[in-house]
Structures are given as structure tokens and as C-alpha cells.
């Protein structure tokens, strides 16, 4: 029975599960991320293996650790989905995702044909190595391209070029069943032009999904202490909409706020998180989310790979937080992932997913109903157009 009282947790059925794998390396730290994402050091500028660089063998061996800590916590589970993310997961080597995957698989019950992504960036792609990763079970990548112009790829501090991002593309659609192509928008000096020929590159490729992202100056970032000069938010809204259109003409759904899908190609991994499902993360600064009958767990592994790998060693976890969510927090963490999604979800998904009545957040329904921001559909949970314009003040509706 769901409860009635605001304080009190309890879940009819357990919301499905997924495995994250971060993997922290990178080989250059692009001036606008804020992921946890460490560069690997030259080895012949003397940098020692064990602390600036990347040792394949004993961060595998970490991780695997890391996933048997947590077996006991969701103990005969189906695992739906796997993403390998970063960081540049397509530095592993062919035999190191194999060690990666057999491991994972020797150990949880993984649904039979299961999405497992990989994340790639461009100047790491290689024919050979994706036939390999194909071979070891990923059937799905997604690859940072950001653009397809030298000079934007410079100013953003990719290591690719125009070319090779298209090389990557190509090379990627010959080994996986889907590929996801990430772009970005209002980057600096971009004109309307400019945009519009990022995504009619991306489009002639007819991948089945592609992510459209606004570049934001991150705090605690180079861009953040040194920003460029990027477009004014009327030129940034103009990009938006030429490109919302040309996306809708080639047959894509805008089905998140950055997410658009071919049919049926939407990320099954994704999809389940901004629906609040359960997730275990392993991996340096790895976050994950599960759930119990009576209540929803939140866990954060150390940040830093070396830390990360000494605590797995010497401790057998890495967990520098592990929380009980309490149940006055659940509705906005509920409700700031769900309403990402343009189509929202069943109402009664908000009862299934944080073991709560809909009543606690009746007030909140009505408020942003109010102000044209929440759908009048009481069977779903869902933002308006305009309520996805403006996500961030209908998400902050549900904070009280």
C-alpha cells in the first residue's frame, strides 16, 4: 500500500535497474566540462602510471569489486541497461572492455539483449577496436562530435577535426545497432549558419539518435574563469528553433530536453533514469540511486581515480556518501528528472517510484497548472511548451 503520510515511504514494486560504469579518463580536459574526467599524462614526460596515468588492469579490477558490493543490495534484480561513461571510455582496450563486460555479466542478471552504450570520442575511434567492443557485447555508442567545424573544435578544446568526426560517425555505424551523435549549440562566435550546418552534417548521417546541447559556462571550469564570446540569448533562441525544426522535417522526436529519436530509438538507459528508476554506479565519482520497499538510497563513490582504486583496495568500497533519501526530498528529485521528459509519465508513476500519495504534491500540481507550466491532463505528469521553455522555474515549484 502506498502511503498516506508525507514522512513515511512505501513502494508497491521495485522501479527497474540499471548498471552506470564511469570510467575517468580522458586525453584532454575540454575547457567547458564539469564531469569528473581526469587527463592522462604523458608516460614519457615521467608522470609515474599509478597516479596521473591509466592502469587499465587495476582500475577493471576496481570496478569489478566495486559492482560485487553492491549485489548484495539489489540481490536477484534484472539489470536493464548498461552505459559506460566518462571520460573516454573508448580508450580501454579491445581486451580490457571484453575483461570489463565478462565480469559484469558473470555477476548480474542481465536482461537478454540489453542496451550497453559506450561513450567515444572521435580522436580515439578505430575500426579495428570498435569491431572489438562490438564483439564484446556494446551495441550502442554515443559519440561527443560537439560540431563539425575545425574552428569551433578548437575553440572547444576537442581533439578531433571536422573530418575525423565524420570518419568516426561512419566507422561507428558500421559495427553498432545504435549510434547517438552529441552536438552542441551557442558556442562561441556561432551564427545561424554556422548551426544549421552542424546538424544538416549530422543529419545526412540518419543516425537514429542525436543529443542537441546548449553550451553553459560550468562553475569550475576554464570557460568559467576565462569565458569566450558566445551568441546573445535572442541569436542562442534562433538556433533553437532552426534547429528544433530541421530535426522534426528529418523524422526526429524531441522526446527530453536535449534527447531527439528517430522512432523507437529513444535510450532505453536514459529513459529509465528521467523516469527515477534505479541505478547502481560504479566508478570513480560514480553516483547511484536504489530502491527498497521502504525507502530510496542515494550512494557517491570517491571523485579521483587513484583514491578511488586505493579505497576499493585497501577498504573493499569507495563510498564517501550513502543516504537514505528522506521522503520530504523525493517529490522534487521526482519531479526535476520526470519533467524533463516532453511527454512526462503516467501520474500514477509518482506514487510507484517514490512511495508516496500524489496528494503531498497537489499544491505544487496546481501552482504550476496555474501558470501554464504543467499539462491539464491529470493522467500525466507532464511540462506544456512553455513549461519546457521555462524548466528550471516549473521544477523549483515542486522544492516546497
Request: aromatic share 8%.
Amino acid at each position: 500500500m502506498i502511503s498516506s503520510s508525507p514522512n513515511k515511504i512505501a513502494l508497491t514494486a521495485l522501479p527497474p535497474l540499471a548498471l552506470y560504469v564511469h570510467f575517468p579518463w580522458c586525453e584532454r580536459k575540454c575547457p567547458y566540462c564539469d564531469f569528473n574526467s581526469h587527463q592522462i599524462k604523458d608516460q614519457k614526460e615521467g608522470n609515474p602510471t599509478s597516479k596521473q596515468g591509466f592502469d587499465e588492469e587495476r582500475y577493471i579490477k576496481a570496478l569489478i569489486t566495486d559492482l560485487e558490493t553492491e549485489i548484495p543490495r539489489t540481490w536477484g534484480r534484472q539489470v536493464h541497461s548498461i552505459f559506460i561513461g566518462g571520460g573516454t571510455p573508448s580508450l580501454l582496450s579491445p581486451k580490457g572492455m571484453d575483461d570489463l563486460l565478462s565480469a559484469i555479466r558473470a555477476r548480474i542478471h542481465l536482461e537478454p539483449g540489453a542496451e550497453i552504450t559506450m561513450e567515444a570520442n572521435p580522436g580515439s575511434v578505430e575500426a579495428e577496436k570498435f569491431a572489438a567492443f562490438a564483439k564484446s557485447g556494446i551495441n550502442r555508442v554515443s559519440l561527443g562530435i560537439q560540431s563539425f567545424q575545425d574552428a569551433q573544435l578548437k575553440a572547444l578544446g576537442r581533439i578531433h577535426n571536422g573530418e575525423e568526426a565524420q570518419q568516426a560517425i561512419a566507422i561507428a555505424l558500421e559495427h553498432f545497432k545504435s549510434v547517438n551523435i552529441d552536438l552542441m549549440y551557442g558556442l562561441p562566435n556561432q551564427s545561424l549558419a554556422a548551426a544549421k550546418a552542424d546538424i544538416e552534417t549530422a543529419l545526412a548521417f540518419k543516425t537514429p539518435h542525436l543529443s542537441l546541447y546548449n553550451l553553459t559556462l560550468e562553475p569550475n571550469t576554464y570557460f568559467a574563469n576565462f569565458p569566450p564570446k558566445l551568441p546573445s540569448e535572442d541569436e542562442i533562441d534562433a538556433i533553437f528553433e532552426q534547429n528544433l525544426e530541421l530535426l522534426k522535417a528529418a523524422g526526429y522526436q524531441r522526446y527530453e530536453v536535449s534527447a531527439y529519436a528517430q522512432k523507437g530509438q529513444e535510450c532505453k538507459h536514459n529513459l529509465n533514469y528521467w523516469r527515477f528508476g534505479d541505478y547502481i554506479g560504479i566508478g570513480a565519482g560514480a553516483h547511484g540511486k536504489v530502491s527498497f520497499p521502504d525507502k530510496v538510497t542515494r550512494q557517491v563513490r570517491e571523485r579521483h581515480p587513484e583514491t578511488y582504486m586505493q579505497a576499493m583496495e585497501t577498504k573493499g568500497n569507495a563510498l564517501i556518501e550513502s543516504r537514505d533519501v528522506p521522503a520530504k526530498d523525493l517529490p522534487f528529485e521526482f519531479m526535476l528528472n520526470t519533467l524533463r521528459l516532453t511527454n512526462g509519465v503516467e501520474t500514477k508513476t509518482f506514487s510507484e517510484r517514490t512511495g508516496l500519495q500524489l496528494n503531498v504534491i497537489s499544491k505544487g500540481l496546481e501552482k504550476a497548472s496555474d501558470k501554464g507550466l504543467l499539462d491539464a491532463d491529470p493522467s500525466r505528469l507532464k511540462a506544456t511548451e512553455l513549461g519546457l521553455r521555462y524548466l528550471n522555474n516549473l521544477q523549483e515549484v515542486f522544492l516546497d
